[in-house]
């Protein structure tokens, strides 16, 4: 569901930048977009390792928290998104 809503709101960005020709509205749907190649580059490889893992070994821990940093940037692509969509909207 994740994606589809990325590509919703990609979509939507950037039919409002083609409407109002405003720059942030292409802005935030391009880091919507973004989430997808970061998840698929960034994250997919350490999902695979993790869901390789048999036991909980020290290793794995050092995956989680690995995994837990690249989420938080993920998220973060989203945040900057959402107030790039904010700032646009309030332009004059």
Known sequence: MQ?????VG??????????SSEPLW????????????FTLLGI???????MATQTATPDSRTLIVKWGGL???RTLLGFSAT??????????
């Not at 994606?3 to 590509?7: C, F, K």
């Not at 990609?10 to 409407?19: K, R, S, Y």
């Not at 292409?26 to 190649?37: D, E, F, Q, S, T």
């Not at 107030?83 to 004059?92: E, I, K, S, T, V």
């Open 3 to 7: 994606s589809s809503l990325a590509v």
């Open 10 to 19: 990609f979509v939507l960005g950037g039919w409002a930048w083609w409407q």
């Open 26 to 37: 292409i802005v935030g749907a391009m880091l919507m977009l973004a989430n997808w190649p």
């Open 44 to 50: 997919m490889p350490t999902n695979r390792k993790l």
């Open 71 to 73: 989420h938080a940037i």
């Open 83 to 92: 107030a790039a969509f904010l700032l646009a909207g309030h332009q004059p």
